[in-house]
């Protein structure tokens, strides 16, 4: 199993990335994904989650609006497009396959994104 982020950066406030996820080594369309974040000196938090058909969508409050999940499973791909980036929103961006159970969880390596003047 991997999970491969990209696309991360340093961008000005008011900016916009997309993440992807690269999936590989298991049936991808069949695993709800999601997007969490880890800034420094504070605990990770969950930003969207993404249902495995692509149907239904979630997002933590601070990135409502703003941020919007999808998925590609032709491509084994999900994707976070971050619109009106704030300085708060600087952290670490981890990809995960949620699993039935949470020992059945993965996570990618994570990717940087810095939101800066």
């Known amino acids: 199993v991997q999970l491969v982020e990209s696309g991360g950066g340093s961008v000005q406030p008011g900016g916009s990335l997309r993440l992807s996820c690269a999936g590989s080594g298991f049936t991808f369309s069949t695993y709800r994904m999601s997007w969490h974040r880890q800034a420094p000196g504070k605990e990770r938090e969950r930003v969207a989650t993404?249902?495995?058909?692509?149907?239904?969508?979630d997002y933590a409050d601070s990135v409502k609006g703003r941020f919007t999940i999808s998925r590609d499973n032709g491509k084994n791909t999900v994707y976070l497009q971050m619109n009106s980036l704030k300085p708060e929103d600087t952290a670490v961006y981890y990809c995960?396959?949620?699993?039935?159970?949470?020992?059945?969880?993965?996570w990618g390596q994570g990717i940087q994104v810095t939101v800066s003047s």
């Open positions: 995960k396959r949620v699993g039935s159970r949470p020992m059945l969880d993965f």
């Open positions: 993404i249902t495995s058909s692509g149907s239904s969508t």
